[in-house]
């Protein structure tokens, strides 16, 4: 399938057309001829013989965004006054800012909430550091920490581009939580100084939100800092993401008829997102699953192999499969993928097992185009807006430290993260449930509250609260 425009790519174009001629109407026909699409036209201002127009439309990318002005620059009697990239706009000075709670309006209001009626608050909490949580924004807090090493689709692009990213991540956190998150993007790649750069800025967070970090490096800075810290360390690429897809999968499932503990799945990519995923699977349940790699189906006999991949020999793949993705595949209940573009084709879909269930997950090209998946498999998932069952972390992590930020949670653990998916889940009735429903959608009303709520409870009944239970 072709690329379709998106709001993403938009484009506002200030023009001057002649009043009472026929260039509106060519405006809107141009850009569609070009391939774009018309989301606005407004006039903002007329004399006796001109308009002028802004006019917005969706493009694929810059590049055809420059077309589309071109071809607007070549209808006759339009003169092209301003071209504003609507995205680049919205960024301008970044997304988020500060605020205060108290309006500074006198001295009593400055004595009270800076010097010297603040220095009672410091005391009382050199006596009780805990008083921080109540007392500070600390209770509010969340750090977004990322060295920019696996941004998005980008790869390694570093800390300064991060920041938009991470921007973006505290204004979610802000919207759908009311939850403060600051974004801190680490200049080194280093991972003890990453490790000693988190621990020493701590204090003022109540969480640590870990984004974009490469594996396997995010693996061992996760591990380090929720032993060091007493705060909870979530890195959203992995147990996000592993969240939504056990929610959704618990979905799919049901569509199906099948049950989790009964499936054969097979797995492709065991990186940050992959490992989490799998761990989480095999927490809720799943019994029979082979992971796949760049190597092949991952199984006892490979060599060389590093911790992570030497766990996931040692957890699946009881029956020793081995040979390539395409080999392991025939027979599979579930496909999950969470690697690399254009691996799987119909054909292989069509040796899977019946009401098969696919989950192609890489971004933005998945292992295989969902249209095509859709033709072939019950239920498919993906990780594209422009298709039904959308695997979308916001999903969960607003609701989840709302929930861990509630009950002053010190860490998390898979207990919490399994009430979450299982949250998420029930929101699609029985009733709305269907093959192109199976997780609800961002905006759902009840979805981040009911998150929260159930990780308020995981917390209250398994205790995460305590720093001695046992992590993810």
């Known amino acids: 399938m072709a690329p379709t425009p998106s709001i993403s790519n938009s484009i506002t174009v200030r023009l001057e057309v002649p009043a009472g001629g026929s260039a509106v109407s060519q405006l809107?026909?141009?850009?569609?001829?070009?391939g774009g699409i018309v989301t606005a036209l407004d006039v903002t201002g007329s004399g006796t013989d001109v308009l002028r127009i802004d006019l917005t439309c969706a493009a694929v990318d810059a590049e055809h965004a420059d077309r589309i002005v071109e071809a607007l620059r070549a209808v006759g009697d339009v003169e092209v006054r301003k071209v504003s990239d609507r995205t680049f706009l919205m960024h301008l000075g970044g997304v988020i800012g500060t605020a205060s709670k108290h309006p500074i309006r006198n001295r009593d209001d400055l004595s009270m909430i800076y010097t010297p009626g603040v220095a009672r608050i410091c005391m009382a909490i050199a006596e009780d550091k805990e008083d921080a949580r109540r007392l500070t924004i600390k209770r509010n807090s969340v750090a977004v920490i990322s060295d920019g090493s696996a941004v998005l689709g980008l790869g390694n692009i570093g800390p300064y581009a991060a920041l938009p990213v991470m921007e973006g991540k505290a204004a979610l956190f802000k919207t759908f939580a009311d939850i403060d998150a600051w974004p801190l993007c680490l200049d080194t790649q280093d991972v003890d100084q990453i490790v000693e750069t988190v621990a020493a800025l701590s204090p003022g967070f109540a969480g640590i939100n870990l984004e974009d970090i490469s594996a396997p490096r995010c693996f061992e800075i996760e591990t380090r800092l929720r032993e060091r810290l007493d705060i909870p360390v979530f890195h959203?690429?992995?147990?996000g993401t592993a969240i939504v897809v056990l929610a959704a999968l618990t979905n799919a499932l049901r569509v199906v008829d099948k049950k989790l503990a009964d499936v054969r799945v097979v797995m492709s990519g065991a990186g940050a997102a992959g490992s989490a995923i799998l761990k989480l699977l095999l927490r809720a349940g799943l019994r029979d699953v082979t992971v796949c790699d760049i190597g092949g189906a991952i199984n006892t006999d490979r060599e060389n192999m590093d911790k992570s991949i030497e766990w996931i020999a040692d957890h699946t793949n009881a029956e020793g499969r081995d040979g390539s993705l395409k080999d392991v595949l025939p027979g599979a209940d579930v496909f999950i993928g969470v690697s690399a573009p254009n691996l799987l084709t119909a054909d292989d879909?069509?040796?899977?097992?019946?009401?098969?269930?696919?989950f192609a997950l890489a971004n933005p090209d998945a292992e295989i185009e969902p249209a095509v998946a859709r033709r072939h498999a019950a239920v498919v998932a993906s990780g594209r807006s422009d298709y039904p069952n959308q695997i979308n972390n916001l999903l969960a992590f607003p609701g989840v430290f709302r929930g861990l930020l509630d009950a002053q949670s010190r860490t998390i653990n898979d207990t919490v993260l399994v009430a979450a998916a299982e949250a998420i889940a029930t929101i699609v009735t029985d009733d709305e449930l269907n093959a192109d429903y199976i997780i609800p959608s961002v905006f759902h009303p009840d979805i981040h509250k009911r998150v929260a709520a159930a990780v308020r409870t995981a917390c209250t009944l398994h205790g995460p609260a305590s720093s001695g239970q046992t992590a993810v």
């Open 236 to 239: 959203d690429d992995q147990h």
């Open 28 to 34: 809107t026909t141009t850009v569609e001829e070009s």
């Open 349 to 358: 879909l069509l040796t899977m097992a019946k009401r098969a269930v696919v």
